[in-house]
């Protein structure tokens, strides 16, 4: 994953670490089992900054948020005792709606980040409902018009989601 930030410095994810190059020097971020402000995984999966400003970092051990001003990363993590918590902590895409809402394609569905207390609330496939998502792992999230995201899946081909009713269209 790559992506170049609204200061012009590049960001690069692989799978041994987070690299951000300002046009100088290379600096690399790890996950650091003693810190828990690392990342919470070096295997990058997806990069977005939102308009805030904030880096959201898809890992396989979850999404992370990284503060600039300490260079240190919030954890959000998959917990399966609260289905209010990350779908799942294989995040494999990030992506900002025009009205505000970060979403989060993982391996086990979509999650929309509820800014102000840290929830999610989540969408997948559910076999018995033909408005779930046709696929429980998202790969690509993309809005069409305001109200509307597109959402790629693995097996289950391309989704339009109509957010107002978190059902597939």
Same mark, same amino acid.
């Given at each position: ?8 410095? *590049? ?129 690509? *999230? ?28």
């Amino acid at each position: 994953a790559t992506a170049e930030d609204s200061a012009g410095l *590049i960001w690069i994810g692989t799978t041994s670490g987070l690299n951000r190059y300002d046009g100088y020097t290379v600096t690399t971020f790890y996950q650091d089992p003693a810190d828990p402000h690392s990342l919470s995984s070096s295997y990058i999966q997806a990069l977005y900054e939102d308009r805030t400003g904030v880096l959201w970092v898809g890992t396989r051990a979850g999404l992370n948020a990284f503060d600039r001003r300490t260079e240190q990363f919030t954890h959000y993590r998959h917990d399966p005792a609260d289905p209010r918590s990350l779908a799942d902590d294989v995040v494999q895409a990030v992506f900002e709606d025009s009205a505000g809402a970060l979403w989060v394609g993982t391996a086990g569905g979509l999650s929309r980040l509820d800014r102000a207390n840290g929830s999610f609330d989540t969408y997948t496939h559910t076999p018995d409902n033909p408005a779930s998502l046709s696929h429980r792992s998202v790969w690509a *999230i993309a809005e069409g018009r305001p109200g509307y995201l597109w959402i790629g899946t693995t097996r289950g081909g391309l989704n339009r989601l109509e957010v107002a009713t978190g059902q597939s269209v």
